[in-house]
């Protein structure tokens, strides 16, 4: 049973456009949420993150958005870059980051230059 | 080098063969983590080491023994490889338990045929 899913396996965006990626969980006991960032032949390397006390977390070009109602995260990327060009993980965890980590399928982002 | 290093970066093995999956890391992190990652189910914990002979098991062990007898080697065992294993294996590296923090490795991608 998958408890985190991203639908879209891929994703392309036109350079300097927004990038949206979303990402749906079914376990409302989650309260911590992630995004990863993976480039080929390397680890994921972590990228932002959100706690569900909050529905917004900005960082630099990154904001990742929470809709607890929805169960819903998203991560969007303005304006997009080519270095964007990788796969991106959302993950979840309760109790504040403090458990597992659950992590969704991946979409791979593809910034048309 | 400083970090975290993981040998081979890949591997082909025959089914019913043994093989080893190396984690050398520099930071003389106190927690380390080995992942799956397969197409279709994210990235998956296998195990997880909280200090030097301390492991314990993770979302999918079956088939896997990890040992810990220093603190920075981390080493992934297959004790009779099976086709099901085909994946690629990140192990990762922390200072604290929360697996968000950890710092991963490149991967070995390994093939049983």
């Known amino acids: 049973d998958q408890q985190v899913k991203q639908n879209s396996p891929s994703l392309s965006v036109q350079e300097g456009r927004i990038s949206i990626l979303n990402c749906d969980y079914t376990?409302?006991?989650?309260?911590?949420f992630l995004w990863y960032k993976k480039y080929p032949a390397e680890g994921p390397t972590f990228l932002i993150s959100?706690?569900?006390?909050?529905d917004k977390n900005e960082d630099g070009r990154f904001t990742v958005f929470l809709n607890k109602s929805a169960k819903h995260l998203s991560l969007h990327i303005v304006p997009s870059q080519p270095g964007d060009s990788a796969v991106y993980f959302c993950?979840?965890?309760?109790?504040?980051?403090?458990?597992?980590?659950?992590f969704g399928t991946g979409t791979r982002l593809t910034i048309i230059p | 080098d400083a970090g975290i290093t993981q040998s081979p970066r890949y591997k082909i093995t025959e089914t019913g063969r043994q093989v080893t999956l190396m984690c050398h890391q520099t930071?003389?992190?106190?927690?380390m983590f080995w992942y799956r990652q397969d197409l279709g189910h994210g990235l998956r914990l296998i195990y997880y080491?909280?200090?030097?002979?301390?492991?314990d098991k993770g979302e999918v062990p079956d088939g896997y023994v990890v040992s810990r007898s220093k603190t920075e080697n981390f080493p992934l065992t297959l004790e009779s490889a099976t086709r099901s294993q085909t994946s690629v294996y990140f192990c990762?590296?922390?200072?604290?338990?929360?697996?968000?923090?950890?710092?991963f490795g490149q991967g070995t991608r390994l093939t049983v045929v």
């Open positions: 959100i706690s569900s006390i909050k």
């Open positions: 993950a979840a965890s309760k109790n504040f980051g403090n458990e597992k980590l659950t």
């Open positions: 376990n409302s006991m989650f309260d911590y």
């Open positions: 990762a590296s922390s200072e604290s338990p929360r697996q968000f923090e950890a710092f």
């Open positions: 080491s909280a200090a030097a002979d301390i492991t």
């Open positions: 930071w003389s992190h106190s927690y």
